[in-house]
Every structure is written in structure tokens, then in C-alpha cells.
């Protein structure tokens, strides 16, 4: 009974969006038999009345540079002027004319066309009752016009247009809009306008940005990209909503095609302003991004100067060598609780650097790294690796052959006020594969000494341990063909039945300190088949097992894809497991838990994806993860998740996309602590689109890291489109947390 108001909203949130999703299919194939002349919603790159007017390319095939005239009639002189009279085109290259009337001097190939005048190009066409132009400079005036540029629809009006030659336009008096003919939701009213068509830029004068017909903005000066290609200047404004409010304005720097820079600066409420940089860059043989925010004199935080910074690098040095860099920081342990915007980034525990240079040579690998972490929120702290080297050798072998490797590594672990040393490890695998199609056996050897060297310790500083492990890999292979009754698919099933036996005496490790080890989690079907229960090499696990699992698979044979697999298995051990981790108790029990795992699609919408462990003593369920995805080409989107982790988690989430129509949507998400009857995450978004503007919507509630308050942000995204757009942390918030989310 306690667990029914835990599970309610995410639950009904849930079948809402499921049955919202079923429904409209439903009905919109009523729609489709009953109204098949409807017409959708479309975008239309260009204005109608100029579309209309264009003519493909009468002849494409002209030889380069002549020209081709056709009319219903006319007078044709070889020297001097000619005169053409109804449906009227004139060719030349790429350029044509359609008019009613026209006069073309054979000297100067000076062209004057009257009567509904279509000058297309390319990249562009314009439309006007009289054109003069000259056809080997590329130049003319055309009065009262009306034009469409580029491949995203920007289009308007001039009561003059110059082209001053093949690819420079200037134009008084002009409007400019990438919106429809007929929808007036935003333009810009410019006295003088420069557009360049080679280079897709526009410069203008004396602007003024209108919603409809009210002016809302001023700029004496404005420089804009009409097919959104990269152009320094400044972005939109964004608005932070949230505890810190405060107006971010941010600034691009086009500095080359391979690298920029976003400068941003924003006004926190009572905290003062903060400077964000990014770089960017990418050349041949290095990649990567820098970031840096700072906060000179945070007035909320004893006007001390705050700041964060993150640096992701690769470098390819040659064929074989790589170096990696990642790297994060903050001033002090409190930064991502005041300016985060999510549970996951305001608990973050620490914050790694990782400086690593590896080279692969088959069959050598060998690396080198120095590792170290920020503390901010974490009761045992990670240790520091001054330095990590590995080196691994494996050559390369095909499936049956005999395979021989080495891994060896070299690490000192460095932490304050703790046991400190160096480990030395090292490892020789020998195993064969035998076996057909239907069958195989594995069986394989392996021995790893470790020799450990440490410093602040009372007890013994040099211990050496030298385990060996011994395993047999076997399984059977059985398939059949599925074929449906209409006989037009066709599957394989197959089952397939596996055992494991792995060996590895006992030694008491007790003596030896943690510096990388971890337990594994018993959750997925893959650990069924671990020689060692720990990570790392602080603990090597006596182990005598024997692991019995079978799987299932439905493929389709003309793809190969895996439409369904499920899992079944359980490791049964003969002997009590006494190696431990410092604190934990001996493991008495001869079976694990039962683990159950199924994946593949219900059919072409639908997802699912489930891990379940059965407690073998009294068939209870210890873990379990189940996750069902919807989406469809419509953009319905629909998950739904529960998990559980023996007593630690219980935890249900939905999120979701629901287009309404072809302008709305709406989105949600939900994260809910069962365990705890708490919401641990909320979203709510709503969407509109249509070929004038976009806008999101975003309001958020999330758990901070006190595990009592909640903060409440508010996303807003507005798109002009052809123009710019403000704000893309609302896109941001929903790909992160909407599995399967596409832009709207």
C-alpha cells in the first residue's frame, strides 16, 4: 500500500503518453481514408509568386557563354537590336530571363524586359515589371522589386535593386525575411542592404527588426549569414530564470574554418557577472575544446573570485601514437551547487585529470599516463596515479589458433595522510579454441604476480602474490528456420547453451591495501562469465564455479539484425568465497542469484530491454532493470524505466515527445526516488515550429545535492529562422534527458 503514491504520477504519465501515442494512429488513419485531398502543413523554401514565375533552365545544355532567345514573335537583327513579343526567355549560362516584352542590344548585350520579369540565377531570382540588365558584366537596376537568395528561403521587396556584377547586390529601401510570402510573423526593414551570393553574407544598414508590423529592435548596423553558415558577431541574448537570474550575451568568433571561439558574458542576480570562453579547434592531427568561466567577485560568496574550467585534446603525434588530455576544475566545492542546472551535475563527487600518450604497434601496446582528481563530494577519496604504464602484448591470431598474451603494469598510487606505493603486475594468458559452426571449446591458463612496494604502512612494505586461474569455455549451437504465415519474412532461432568452469585457489590478501578495487555488480549477463569477481588488481578472487546459462536469439535472415535475444543463467559454486574487500564477510551461499535478461523489438515502435536477478534462497528479486522505448516516424516518442539495486535504489522514470501537430509538441520527463517517496527530477517543455520560427519552452525541477531543496530553472529557446536563434540550453536540457529525441 506505501508504494502506490511513489509509483502514480510517473505511471500515469506514462500509459497518458502511450495511450495519447495510440490513439493518434488510430484517428490518423481514419484521416487518411477520409481525407486524402487534405492538405499537410509544409515549408516552402521560396515565395509562391516568384516560384510560379521561374522556368527551369530552357536549354541546360548551351554552349558556354551564348545566348538563346525564344519568343511567340519578334524581330531578330545580328548587329543591332532585337525585339521579342510574348512568353519571352532569354538564356544565358545560368542566367535566363522570362518577361512579356523585351529588347536585347547584339553590341552590348544590354537586355531591357518589361511585363512580369523573372531574372533567375542559380542562387537566385528576382521578379519586377521592368529589368535592365547587361549580360557580360553581370550588372543592372531593377525597380519595385521582388526577390528570393539562397537555399533557406530568404526573400523580399526594394524599390531598387543594383547588381553591381556577378555576385553583389545592393538594395534600397528593402525588407528581408526567410517567412513565407503570406506570413508577416517577423521581417527586417533595411534603407540599405549588401548581399553578396558567393558568399551567402548580408550586410545592412539602418535595420529594424519587426514583429509583424511593430518595430521591436534598432541596429544602425548589421551583418547576418542567409544559409546559416558560421559568421563572427554577436548571438542572440539568453535569459537565465532560475536562483542565479541574470541576461547572457554572447559572442562568436568565425576565427577559420577550423577553429572559433564563443565569448559569453552574464549578469548573475546578487552575485555580480560571469565571463564564459570556449574554443574550439580541429586540424589534422589535433582536436579538441578549452573552457573557461570565471566570476571576478561573487557577491554571494564573500566576493572571492570563482571559476571553472575543462579541457578535452587529442593529438595524433603519428600512425601509431596517440596523446589524450582531459582535464576539470573548479575553485571550490560548492560551484556546481550554485550554478549547475541538473541532479547528475550538481552531485558530481570528483572531477578527474587524465593525461595519457599511448602507442600501438601489433603486437605491442603500451601507454603511459599520469591521473589525479578534484575532491568536492566523496567520502573515500580516489587515488591519485603518478604514473600509470602498461604494456600489453597480443598478436594477432585468427579464431582457432593459439593465442599467448602478456598484460604488465606499472602504477604508483599517491593519496594524503593514507598507505601509498607502487604495484607491479603482471599477467600470461595461454588459451586454444577448438570447435565447428554447431560447437566449441575453450579451455585456457593464466598466472598474475604482483609485487606491491609501499610507504606509510606498519605493516609488511613488500608483498608479493603469484595466483594462478584456470578456465573451460564451452557451448552448443542449435538453429532453425522461422518463417511467418503470409511467408514473407523469414527468421533464424537459435538456442544456445554454454558452461563456464574457472579456478582459482585460495590466498589470504588481507595484508594488501585498496587502491583500484571494486566489487563487480551482479546485474548483467556477461558477469556470469568473469574469472574474477573484482575489479582492478588489489584482489584476486578464490574462485571454484561453474557457470550453466542458454540463450536465444530470432535473427532475420536477409538482414542478419537481431530482432530478439534472451538470457538465462546462474553460476553454482562449490566452494565459500573468503576473499573479501576490507570489511566484508565470507560468501557462504552454492548459488547466485538466477539472472534473467531479454532485449530486442516488439515490433517496429516498440523496445524493451530488461535485466532481472532472482535471489536463489527465497526467490525474491534483488535487482532489476526493465526499460520500454516507443518511437515512431511520426516522432512519438515514449520510455518508460523501473530499477532497482538490492536496498540501495528504487527508482522509476518516463520521459517522452508528443507532437500535437504540425506546429506543437510537448515533452516530459520524470525521475521518482521509490525508495524514498521523493521526486528526484521533473520537465515539462512544450514546442512550436513553423517555417517562419521555432520557440521551446522548458520549466525544470531538480533535488540539489543537500537532499532537501529543490531548484526550479526555466529554459527558453526563440529561432528566427534564416536569422539566428536565442538560447540552445532548452534543446540541450531535453536531448539529455529524452531517450531518442530529434529536433522538432
Not at 594477432?396 to 595522510?417: Q, T
Request: hydrophobic share 30%; net charge neutral; charged share 25%.
Amino acid at each position: 500500500m506505501n508504494y502506490l503514491p511513489t509509483y502514480k504520477l510517473p505511471v500515469i504519465l506514462g500509459l497518458l503518453f502511450f495511450s495519447l501515442t495510440i490513439t493518434a494512429e488510430s484517428v490518423s488513419v481514419v484521416n487518411d481514408k477520409n481525407q486524402k485531398n487534405e492538405k499537410k502543413y509544409q515549408c516552402i523554401n521560396n515565395p509562391p509568386n516568384i516560384v510560379s514565375a521561374q522556368y527551369s533552365l530552357t536549354n541546360p545544355n548551351l554552349v558556354k557563354d551564348a545566348i538563346y532567345l525564344e519568343a511567340d514573335s519578334g524581330e531578330i537583327s545580328s548587329k543591332g537590336t532585337s525585339s521579342l513579343n510574348g512568353n519571352v526567355v532569354i538564356q544565358q549560362n545560368t542566367t535566363q530571363f522570362n518577361a512579356n516584352n523585351a529588347q536585347i542590344n547584339r553590341q552590348t548585350n544590354e537586355v531591357t524586359a518589361r511585363g512580369n520579369v523573372v531574372l533567375s540565377d542559380s542562387n537566385f531570382s528576382m521578379k519586377s515589371p521592368q529589368v535592365n540588365y547587361n549580360l557580360n558584366d553581370k550588372s543592372g537596376t531593377i525597380n519595385n522589386a521582388e526577390y528570393a537568395l539562397g537555399t533557406e528561403g530568404a526573400h523580399g521587396k526594394s524599390s531598387k535593386i543594383t547588381l553591381l556584377d556577378q555576385n553583389n547586390l545592393q538594395l534600397n529601401d528593402a525588407t528581408f525575411t526567410s517567412c513565407p510570402i503570406n506570413d508577416n510573423s517577423w521581417h527586417l526593414a533595411i534603407s540599405d542592404l549588401k548581399l553578396n551570393k558567393e558568399t551567402q553574407i548580408g550586410t545592412a544598414k539602418d535595420v529594424t527588426f519587426n514583429i509583424g508590423e511593430v518595430p521591436v529592435f534598432y541596429f544602425p548596423w548589421l551583418k547576418f549569414p542567409i544559409n546559416n553558415q558560421r559568421l563572427s558577431g554577436f548571438l542572440s541574448p539568453s535569459v537565465r530564470l532560475q536562483t542565479n537570474a541574470g541576461i547572457s550575451i554572447p559572442y562568436y568568433f568565425n576565427l577559420a574554418p577550423n577553429y572559433d571561439a564563443t565569448v559569453r558574458l552574464t549578469t548573475l542576480k546578487n552575485r555580480g557577472f560571469q565571463l564564459d570562453n570556449e574554443f574550439r579547434y580541429l586540424t589534422e592531427k589535433h582536436k579538441g575544446e578549452l573552457s573557461y568561466t570565471f566570476i571576478p567577485n561573487d557577491k554571494s560568496y564573500n566576493d572571492e573570485k570563482r571559476d571553472y574550467f575543462k579541457v578535452e585534446h587529442k593529438t595524433l603525434i603519428n600512425k601509431t601514437t596517440k596523446l589524450k588530455l582531459n582535464a576539470e576544475g573548479v575553485s571550490d566545492e560548492e560551484y556546481f551547487d550554485d550554478f549547475s542546472t541538473s541532479l547528475e551535475t550538481s552531485t558530481r563527487p570528483a572531477l578527474q585529470r587524465r593525461l595519457e600518450i599511448v602507442q600501438s604497434k601489433n603486437p605491442w601496446t603500451f601507454s603511459a599516463a599520469i591521473e589525479d582528481y578534484q575532491i568536492l563530494d566523496i567520502d573515500e577519496d580516489p587515488y591519485s596515479k603518478l604514473p600509470e604504464l602498461k604494456l600489453k602484448y597480443a598478436p594477432k591470431k585468427g579464431p582457432k589458433d593459439f593465442k599467448f598474451e602478456l598484460n604488465s603494469e606499472l602504477i604508483y598510487f599517491d593519496k594524503k595522510d593514507d598507505i601509498t606505493g607502487t604495484r607491479a603486475d603482471v599477467k600470461l594468458k595461454l588459451s586454444q579454441k577448438w570447435g565447428k559452426e554447431s560447437w566449441y571449446f575453450k579451455p585456457s591458463i593464466s598466472v598474475a604476480h604482483t609485487l606491491y612496494s609501499l610507504d606509510n604502512t606498519i605493516d609488511e612494505s613488500r608483498i608479493n602474490r603469484t595466483l594462478p586461474t584456470i578456465s573451460l569455455d564451452t557451448g552448443l549451437f542449435f538453429d532453425r528456420d522461422v518463417t511467418t504465415k503470409n511467408e514473407t519474412d523469414s527468421y533464424t532461432q537459435t538456442i544456445e547453451p554454454r558452461l563456464f568452469y574457472t579456478y582459482t585457489p585460495y590466498r589470504n590478501q588481507s595484508n594488501i591495501p585498496i587502491f583500484d578495487t571494486a566489487r563487480t555488480n551482479f546485474s548483467e549477463s556477461n558477469q556470469l562469465f568473469l574469472e574474477n569477481r573484482f575489479t582492478g588488481k588489489d584482489r584476486i578472487a578464490d574462485t571454484n564455479q561453474l557457470t550453466f546459462a542458454v540463450s536465444s536469439r530470432i535473427q532475420d535472415r536477409n538482414t542478419g539484425n537481431e530482432i530478439f535475444k534472451a538470457t538465462l543463467g546462474q553460476v553454482f559454486n562449490f566452494n565459500d568465497r573468503k576473499v573479501t574487500l576490507p570489511g566484508g564477510t565470507i560468501l557462504t551461499g552454492k548459488r547466485s542469484d538466477l539472472l534473467l535478461e531479454l532485449s530486442g523489438r516488439l515490433n517496429d515502435r516498440f523496445r524493451l530491454a530488461s535485466t532481472i536477478n532472482l535471489r536463489s534462497d527465497d526467490k525474491s528479486i534483488s535487482n532489476y532493470d526493465l526499460r520500454l522505448n516507443y518511437q515512431d516516424k511520426k516522432k512519438r516518442i515514449a520510455n518508460l524505466s523501473f530499477r532497482k539495486l538490492n536496498t540501495e535504489l528504487e527508482q522509476i522514470s518516463f520521459s517522452g515527445a508528443l507532437p500535437i501537430n504540425d506546429k506543437w509538441s510537448m515533452v516530459a520527463s520524470i525521475d521518482q526516488d521509490t525508495k524514498n517517496n521523493r521526486n528526484l527530477e521533473s520537465l515539462l517543455g512544450v514546442e512550436f515550429q513553423d517555417c517562419c520560427w521555432k520557440s521551446r519552452l522548458v520549466v525544470k525541477r531538480y533535488l540539489t545535492s543537500d537532499n532537501v531543496t529543490y531548484e526550479n530553472p526555466v529554459f527558453i529557446e526563440f529561432e528566427l529562422k534564416g536569422l539566428g536563434n536565442i538560447g540552445k540550453s532548452a534543446t540541450r536540457q531535453i536531448k539529455e534527458k529524452i531517450y531518442g529525441y530529434d529536433d522538432f
